[in-house]
């Protein structure tokens, strides 16, 4: 039995003195949630790292003193994708933040936030990874930003993409809005198109469901089968008549 115990006592230690532990030497001018927030990626962690270094009063963190700080404190939240790329066809770049243009690659993942464009002759079909399944095809020399999972956001800068929402019985439960550079619209249709010129004139089209297209404080209700075309720094047009709908080819290898 003492055998036993004494063995795990020796476990625990070497537990202990193998973690990884990082030593922060406090600078002139740092505060405790600088410190949480460049360390920990939280600016709320203050008291946590407070705690583990067996500080009781704060006004104790001045210039010199050294803060340990675990690795388990400071271990980064996961990042999840947001989307995922279907299939794609020629020179299709992404980035993240401010880096430089990738090329993708086969099921490619994005982040929130990042940017995808495709180049002359190239294509896409980028995914929702999110339930209702949601598929944005993105023509040639397009460049689109992909925001918020959670509200199905997108910024369309430049070219046109047609997106189409595949579980039909969970149209009600759809958030989403596309901005481009001359609207803003909020869409509760399954299936429609948005293109946007070097001019950055915004034309949509609604094929299924409702869109609302709001420029300069003014909203448009456009119906499927209608469109509508912004100009920048104009309201929208009152929605027309569509001639023929845009079938789109799907993106092949």
Known sequence: MNRFLLSTVFLISISIFSEDIEEYVIKDKDTLSKIAKEKLSDMNKWKELLQYNQIANPNMIRPGVVLKIPAYLSKKPKIEPIAGLKVFLGEVQYKQNELDWKNVEKNQKF???????????????????????????VREKSIIKLEKASERSLDLRLGNIFLKVLNQNETDKIK????????????????????????????????????????????????????????????????????????PKPVKE
């Open 111 to 137: 982040l929130e936030n990042d940017v995808v464009r495709t180049k002359e002759k190239s294509s896409a079909e980028i995914e929702y990874l999110e339930q209702p399944l949601t598929v944005i095809q």
């Open 176 to 247: 989403y809005r596309v901005k481009t550079p001359s609207s803003v619209a909020s869409v509760r249709g399954t299936e429609f198109y948005v293109s946007v010129d070097k001019q950055e004139t915004t034309l949509l089209g609604c094929y299924k469901g409702l869109v609302d297209v709001n420029a300069q404080n003014i909203t448009v209700k456009v119906p499927a089968g209608y469109g509508t075309k912004v100009v920048k720094g104009q309201p929208p047009l009152e929605p027309f008549k569509l001639l023929d709908e845009i079938i």
